[in-house]
């Protein structure tokens, strides 16, 4: 079974900054677009970041420069340095990815159980 497990959550003061791992497991044949995602409470989850395989990231605007994106293809791990935290980036951070289990089989996507991030004023 397929799964993505992130870590790295928590408490913080704003000011402060945290790193978020999210790991690919299971019987994967390649993990193509992945990244990052966050639901602030009363709020739509709203894409953080993304990185193809190639290495292309993206991100909100409203978060450039704070926050970077990177990922280890051989760990089929990413991960998110969140700097400069505001007490609005409290939210649960969902990883997403784009999974391939076999060769033969269409991309589906799979969700991590998310990593609540609290950033205190």
């Known amino acids: 079974q397929v799964q993505l497990v992130e870590s790295g959550g928590g408490l913080v003061q704003a000011g402060g900054s945290l790193r978020l791992s999210c790991a690919a497991s299971g019987s994967i044949f390649s993990v193509n677009d992945i990244g990052w995602y966050r639901q602030a409470p009363g709020k739509q989850r709203e894409l953080v970041a993304a990185i193809t395989s190639g290495g292309s990231s993206n991100y909100a605007d409203s978060l450039k420069g704070r926050f970077t994106i990177s990922r280890d293809n051989a760990k089929r791990t990413i991960y998110l340095q969140m700097n400069s935290l505001r007490p609005e980036d409290t939210a649960v951070y969902y990883c997403?990815?784009?999974?391939?289990?076999?060769?033969?089989?269409?991309?589906?996507?799979?969700w991590g159980q998310g990593t609540q991030v609290t950033v205190s004023a």
């Open positions: 997403n990815a784009e999974i391939r289990i076999r060769f033969s089989t269409p991309r589906v996507t799979v």
